[in-house]
Nanobody
Framework: QLVESGGGLVQPGGSLRLSCAAS????????IGWFRQAPGKEREGVSC????????DYTDSVKGRFSISRDNAKNTVYLQMNSLTPEAPGVYFC???????????????????WGQGTQVTVSS
Protein backbone atom coordinates (compact mmCIF):
# COMPACT_ATOMS: atom_id res chain seq x y z
CA GLN A 1 0.00 0.00 0.00
CA LEU A 2 1.16 3.52 -0.80
CA VAL A 3 -0.15 6.53 1.10
CA GLU A 4 0.58 10.10 0.03
CA SER A 5 0.47 13.09 2.32
CA GLY A 6 1.75 16.63 2.52
CA GLY A 7 -0.45 18.35 0.00
CA GLY A 8 -2.23 21.59 0.71
CA LEU A 9 -2.66 25.20 -0.26
CA VAL A 10 0.45 27.23 -0.96
CA GLN A 11 1.12 30.63 -2.47
CA PRO A 12 2.97 30.94 -5.78
CA GLY A 13 6.66 30.67 -5.10
CA GLY A 14 6.08 28.61 -1.99
CA SER A 15 7.18 25.10 -1.13
CA LEU A 16 5.65 21.80 -0.13
CA ARG A 17 7.10 18.43 0.69
CA LEU A 18 5.01 15.44 -0.30
CA SER A 19 5.47 12.07 1.33
CA CYS A 20 4.76 8.61 -0.04
CA ALA A 21 4.76 6.03 2.73
CA ALA A 22 4.82 2.35 1.84
CA SER A 23 3.49 -0.54 3.86
CA UNK A 24 3.61 -4.24 3.13
CA UNK A 25 6.77 -4.06 1.06
CA UNK A 26 10.24 -2.57 1.14
CA UNK A 27 10.07 0.54 -0.91
CA UNK A 28 13.74 0.79 -1.89
CA UNK A 29 13.46 -2.43 -3.91
CA UNK A 30 11.22 -0.78 -6.49
CA UNK A 31 11.34 2.20 -8.85
CA ILE A 32 8.95 4.85 -7.57
CA GLY A 33 7.33 7.66 -9.51
CA TRP A 34 5.47 10.83 -8.64
CA PHE A 35 2.67 11.90 -10.97
CA ARG A 36 0.17 14.72 -11.03
CA GLN A 37 -3.22 15.08 -12.57
CA ALA A 38 -4.89 18.42 -13.06
CA PRO A 39 -8.66 18.65 -13.65
CA GLY A 40 -9.53 17.64 -17.18
CA LYS A 41 -5.97 16.61 -18.00
CA GLU A 42 -4.15 13.35 -18.27
CA ARG A 43 -1.94 12.10 -15.51
CA GLU A 44 1.67 13.13 -16.13
CA GLY A 45 4.97 12.10 -14.68
CA VAL A 46 6.74 14.61 -12.45
CA SER A 47 9.69 12.73 -11.01
CA CYS A 48 10.94 9.23 -10.35
CA UNK A 49 13.57 7.41 -8.36
CA UNK A 50 15.12 4.10 -9.33
CA UNK A 51 15.86 1.36 -6.85
CA UNK A 52 19.47 1.12 -7.97
CA UNK A 53 22.26 3.66 -8.37
CA UNK A 54 20.04 6.44 -7.07
CA UNK A 55 19.01 7.33 -10.60
CA UNK A 56 16.39 10.08 -10.71
CA ASP A 57 14.47 11.81 -13.46
CA TYR A 58 12.32 14.92 -13.64
CA THR A 59 9.98 16.37 -16.18
CA ASP A 60 11.50 19.47 -17.76
CA SER A 61 9.09 21.91 -16.15
CA VAL A 62 10.22 21.04 -12.61
CA LYS A 63 13.95 20.53 -13.07
CA GLY A 64 15.92 22.61 -10.61
CA ARG A 65 12.88 23.18 -8.40
CA PHE A 66 11.71 19.70 -7.35
CA SER A 67 13.77 17.03 -5.65
CA ILE A 68 12.93 13.39 -5.04
CA SER A 69 14.50 11.42 -2.21
CA ARG A 70 13.99 8.32 -0.10
CA ASP A 71 14.31 7.52 3.59
CA ASN A 72 14.78 3.77 3.86
CA ALA A 73 14.37 3.77 7.63
CA LYS A 74 10.91 5.29 7.24
CA ASN A 75 10.09 3.36 4.05
CA THR A 76 9.07 6.66 2.52
CA VAL A 77 9.79 8.60 -0.66
CA TYR A 78 9.58 12.39 -0.65
CA LEU A 79 9.01 15.01 -3.29
CA GLN A 80 10.31 18.41 -2.27
CA MET A 81 8.62 21.05 -4.38
CA ASN A 82 10.05 24.57 -4.37
CA SER A 83 9.11 27.71 -6.27
CA LEU A 84 5.66 26.36 -7.00
CA THR A 85 3.91 27.90 -9.97
CA PRO A 86 0.26 28.15 -10.98
CA GLU A 87 0.92 25.21 -13.36
CA ALA A 88 1.65 22.91 -10.43
CA PRO A 89 -1.80 22.29 -8.95
CA GLY A 90 -3.47 18.93 -9.13
CA VAL A 91 -3.67 15.65 -7.37
CA TYR A 92 -0.24 14.15 -6.82
CA PHE A 93 0.13 10.40 -6.79
CA CYS A 94 3.03 8.12 -6.06
CA UNK A 95 3.28 4.72 -7.68
CA UNK A 96 5.59 1.77 -7.93
CA UNK A 97 6.47 -0.51 -10.78
CA UNK A 98 7.04 -4.18 -10.07
CA UNK A 99 9.85 -4.27 -12.60
CA UNK A 100 12.68 -4.05 -10.12
CA UNK A 101 15.26 -4.38 -12.89
CA UNK A 102 14.11 -1.24 -14.65
CA UNK A 103 15.32 2.27 -14.32
CA UNK A 104 12.48 4.52 -13.29
CA UNK A 105 10.46 6.27 -15.97
CA UNK A 106 7.95 9.12 -16.18
CA UNK A 107 5.10 7.50 -18.08
CA UNK A 108 2.21 6.22 -15.94
CA UNK A 109 1.93 3.03 -17.98
CA UNK A 110 3.94 0.37 -16.26
CA UNK A 111 3.35 1.51 -12.72
CA UNK A 112 0.99 -0.96 -11.14
CA UNK A 113 0.42 0.17 -7.56
CA TRP A 114 -0.89 3.65 -6.83
CA GLY A 115 -1.68 5.69 -3.78
CA GLN A 116 -4.90 7.63 -3.34
CA GLY A 117 -3.28 10.97 -4.09
CA THR A 118 -2.83 14.25 -2.26
CA GLN A 119 -4.20 17.57 -3.47
CA VAL A 120 -1.88 20.48 -4.19
CA THR A 121 -3.35 23.92 -4.70
CA VAL A 122 -1.31 27.00 -5.64
CA SER A 123 -3.12 30.25 -5.11
CA SER A 124 -2.53 33.72 -3.75
Amino acid sequence: QLVESGGGLVQPGGSLRLSCAASGFTLDLYPIGWFRQAPGKEREGVSCLSSTYGYTDYTDSVKGRFSISRDNAKNTVYLQMNSLTPEAPGVYFCARTLNIQAMCFLTPLGYTDWGQGTQVTVSS
